[in-house]
T-cell receptor
Framework: EAGVAQSPRYKIIEKRQSVAFWCNPISGHATLYWYQQILGQGPKLLIQFQNNGVVDDSQLPKDRFSAERLKGVDSTLKIQPAKLEDSAVYLC??????????????FGEGSRLTVL | GNSVTQMEGPVTLSEEAFLTINCTYTATGYPSLFWYVQYPGEGLQLLLKATKADDKGSNKGFEATYRKETTSFHLEKGSVQVSDSAVYFC????????????FGTGTRLTIIP
């Protein structure tokens, strides 16, 4: 079974530029998450999708970050304009729907962003 | 809100030593608890989980017991190997079908031969 695919693996940009990250979840997983992992910290949820709909985006900086999940499969996370503090690894994860507290998320390898 | 407090690292042990990484949590209701591991150059992966009080999760020689009375989920292994070197994250998920994970800050473990 193919895992969660993310691209690009690495990106270096200058502040105020824009960047986009792509994620393809495991086939059949209805729930998709984007996490931000800053060096030395645990992952922090940015946004959670259930199929096409947003379940939780309370910690997404909406003035500069946006995300979409078209057709309930692939997802794109965009940052525009980027700030120095956006330097982090952006993790995509997916999970099956259903089952109380199954909680098992499957993570991609992440996209490492460096903002100069 | 939910939160996880994890033992700060880094932790360095000799091979075959006993390992404990402490984790305590704050949550309402009945969360599920997890340990995720991130090996060098790889993505996060689930190591073990426990979904109710007194459950013990185990995998690859690691164990953790869900202690509701102390709100803890400490990770243990009796004899660590060099291949266990990684970053370990404690996490919890909300109840009532909310699978959003809240993570601790992670503990970097290095095992020396």
């Amino acid at each position: 079974e193919a895992g969660v695919a993310q691209s690009p693996r690495y990106k270096i940009i200058e502040k105020r530029q824009s960047v986009a990250f792509w994620c393809n979840p495991i086939s059949g997983h209805a729930t998709l998450y984007w996490y931000q992992q800053i060096l030395g910290q645990g992952p922090k949820l940015l946004i959670q999708f259930q199929n096409n709909g947003v379940v939780d985006d309370s910690q997404l900086p909406k003035d500069r970050f946006s995300a979409e999940r078209l057709k309930g499969v692939d997802s794109t996370l965009k940052i525009q304009p980027a700030k120095l503090e956006d330097s982090a690894v952006y993790l995509c994860a997916s999970s099956l729907v259903g089952g109380r507290n199954t909680g098992e998320l499957f993570f991609g390898e992440g996209s490492r962003l460096t903002v100069l | 809100g939910n939160s996880v407090t994890q033992m700060e690292g880094p932790v360095t042990l000799s091979e075959e030593a006993f390992l404990t990484i402490n984790c305590t949590y704050t949550a309402t209701g009945y969360p599920s608890l997890f340990w995720y591991v991130q090996y060098p150059g790889e993505g996060l992966q689930l190591l073990l989980k426990a979904t109710k009080a007194d459950d013990k999760g185990s995998n690859k020689g690691f164990e953790a017991t869900y202690r509701k009375e102390t709100t803890s989920f400490h990770l243990e292994k009796g004899s660590v190997q060099v291949s266990d070197s990684a970053v370990y994250f404690c996490a919890l998920s909300g109840n009532f079908g909310n699978e959003k994970l809240t993570f601790g800050t992670g503990t970097r473990l290095t095992i020396i031969p």
